[in-house]
């Protein structure tokens, strides 16, 4: 029995020195995780049929200061009749500093004049020709009231009405 009691004192001495634990086994390794690479952001779906994207801030800041600047100066316009020795740049800068551009008048073919038509006696109304042919209505105002008035295919008045 003194053999088993000597064992166990001698595991209790050897257990009770750390030192010996030191010399007699290599220290443990520690786990230390790495770091994982970050999770890729899932791509985002596209949106489904009929969605309405609302336009986002820097468009629209964008397009503002597009919209805000000043509108280019017109193209000039070339003086073909000019024959002189001058060189034509020269004399468009001239011309161009003591003319004023003309008017443009339209071309081709006046509208029909106005249809006189009478609504009641000694009150006549002129109605354009557009009213009387193609829409077959119209409503004149007058100094003696509003007027509903309705025409036939050919032209004829087939009704009319006062309005208050």
């Known amino acids: 029995m003194s053999e088993q009691t000597d064992i166990i ?51 629209n800041h964008r397009r503002q200061a597009i919209l805000l600047q000043p509108p280019p100066p017109p193209p000039k316009r070339r003086q073909g ?31 029909p004049p106005p249809i006189p038509v009478q609504v009641e006696p000694g009150i006549v109304v002129e109605v354009p020709h557009f009213a009387v042919h193609v829409s077959r209505r119209y409503k004149p105002r007058t100094a003696q009231g509003r007027w509903i008035l309705r025409f036939s295919r050919t032209g004829q008045l087939t009704y009319r009405r006062r309005l208050a």
């Not at 034509?88 to 006046?110: C, K, N, V, Y």
Request: hydrophobic share 30%.
């Open 81 to 111: 009749t000019g024959t002189t020795g001058r060189p034509s740049s020269i004399q468009t800068t001239d011309s161009t500093a003591t003319e004023r551009p003309q008017l443009l008048m339209p071309a081709g073919p006046l509208p």
């Open 9 to 59: 004192q001698a595991i209790n001495e050897l257990l009770g020195d750390p030192e010996f634990w030191d010399e007699v086994l290599p220290p443990h390794p520690r786990f230390e995780p790495t770091p994982s690479a970050p999770a890729p952001l899932p791509q985002p779906r596209p949106p489904k049929v009929g969605t309405l994207i609302q336009r986002s801030d820097h468009v």
